[in-house]
């Protein structure tokens, strides 16, 4: 079974289609299950109302949310230790390393170059869309 935690970047790429769209639509489909932050939702609405564009909840058919049930802070130094990166996308990668019981078996999936090498040095699966 193969497991992606997928970044808001990838869902604006394809809302707004952006070039790496098609390939990512494609990627994503090949996935067995695509989790996420709930963060991944505010972020989302906040571009949408951004582009005065309607929000469209289908959008987040069948995307699995992760919800924590505690503080983070071993995750978020882990993610540190790896490379800065801001704090939303901090927020992804925590949640991503709290969900996976081996980063080396889940796909990060993400158009942000930064965020991508910090989930690499952390042990996640990732791929360049080229960008």
């Not at 994503?28 to 951004?50: H, T």
């Not at 130094?77 to 991503?96: E, F």
Request: glycine share 6%; aromatic share 10%.
């Amino acid at each position: 079974m193969e497991l992606a935690y997928v970044d808001t970047s990838c869902y604006v790429a394809i809302a707004f289609g952006e070039p790496a769209a098609p390939k990512l639509t494609e990627r994503l489909a090949d996935f067995d299950e695509l989790i996420s932050s709930n963060l991944l939702e505010a972020e989302l609405r906040a571009v949408f109302s951004r582009e005065m564009t309607p929000f469209d909840s289908r959008l987040l058919d069948g995307l699995g949310w992760v919800l924590p049930d505690r503080a983070l802070g071993p995750e978020i130094a882990s993610v540190l230790s790896a490379g800065y990166v801001r704090g939303a996308d901090l927020w992804h990668l925590a949640v991503a390393l709290y969900v996976a019981q081996a980063p080396a078996r889940v796909w990060f999936v993400t158009l942000d170059d930064r965020q991508q090498q910090v989930a690499e040095l952390l042990g996640f699966r990732t791929e360049h869309f080229g960008l």
